[in-house]
């Protein structure tokens, strides 16, 4: 009964000779933007086995919304390196054609 008290109790507050408990082995959690990283770049490598690794680490959601995090500020860094709009770096990365001047309303 007293053992479950005594890890609670802090340090300093325990009597001579007790020992503090054992400190946990556990890692911690990562966090979804760790795991958009290890995924990002593990699909840039072609590194199933990481990619596999980091989809465990977080929810569905949260790696999809840490890649789409990743995505927007690495566009953002390149187009500020290139002296590009974000729509234009976007558009290269992806490999599509640059868009003609928008068209105009049509008339109905």
Partial sequence: M???FRKYVPAGKR???ER???P????RPHNLF??????VAACAEDDQDEM?????WVSPEALSFGVSELACRAV?????ERD???REVARTLLGLPRPESSPAPRET
């Fill in 2 to 4: 007293f053992a479950r």
């Fill in 15 to 17: 009597g001579v000779g």
């Fill in 20 to 22: 503090a408990p054992a």
């Fill in 24 to 27: 946990s082995k556990r890692r």
């Fill in 34 to 39: 760790e795991a958009a990283a290890v995924y």
């Fill in 52 to 56: 596999d690794e980091a989809t465990g």
């Fill in 76 to 80: 953002i860094a390149l187009a500020r």
């Fill in 84 to 86: 590009e709009s974000p």
